[in-house]
């Protein structure tokens, strides 16, 4: 096989599919601190608790003998690869967080990053989301990533505004109808 067909990595036991590090626009990681303190949270467990039993485990196997059929040692070497690498992922995201407080628009009528907002679409249909950060938004809570189209279009409105929402299918028109933000 030629050389230009192999991958060269510095991390020989990372996965193809590992999680894409999503950077936003301009380099930064909007995050509320409710976010931010759940991505530390989970960061120091796998460093704390997860990652040393899993190596206790894999050590416990590994001084059992014959490692090429110790299913013990195999998975353990394995999960500590996605440990790792979800460390790595979790400390990148971290590094590049910045942190906001959406209170500090508490009583505004303009959309910012926090912010609830409910719109109402071509077709009359009301729909209510808050911008959160890439990390934390959960579409089944409502939530939204400060980079998705939506968010984009609705950002720096006020109450009363009609904004345009490029869709594939034609431009779309959003009527901004309120604007909340967590109390301080």
């Given at each position: 096989m030629s050389k230009a067909f192999t991958r060269e990595s510095d991390h020989e036991d990372d996965d193809e599919d590992s999680p894409a590090v999503v950077v936003a626009p301009g380099g930064k990681n909007y995050i509320t601190r409710a976010g931010y303190d759940r991505l530390r949270a989970e960061l120091m467990q796998?460093?704390?608790e997860e990652r040393p039993r899993i190596v206790d485990v894999v050590h416990w196997a590994a001084s059992?003998?014959?490692r090429s059929e110790n299913g013990d040692y195999l998975y353990g070497k394995k999960r500590l690869r996605e440990i790792d690498r979800r460390i790595r992922f979790l400390t990148k995201r971290l590094e590049i967080a910045e942190v906001v407080d959406p209170s500090i628009h508490h009583g505004g009528d303009q959309v910012f990053f926090g912010?609830?907002?409910t719109y109402a679409d071509s077709d009359g249909e009301e729909t209510t989301v808050?911008?959160?950060?890439i990390d934390e938004a959960d579409s089944s809570q409502g939530q939204i990533s400060w980079i998705?189209?939506?968010a984009r279009?609705?950002?720096k409105s006020k109450v009363?505004?009609?904004v345009k929402l490029a869709l594939p299918g034609g431009v779309q028109e959003l009527e901004v109808l309120a604007v909340e933000y967590p109390a301080p």
């Open positions: 796998l460093i704390d059992n003998g014959d912010a609830t907002v808050r911008i959160m950060g998705s189209p939506v279009a609705l950002i009363g505004d009609v």
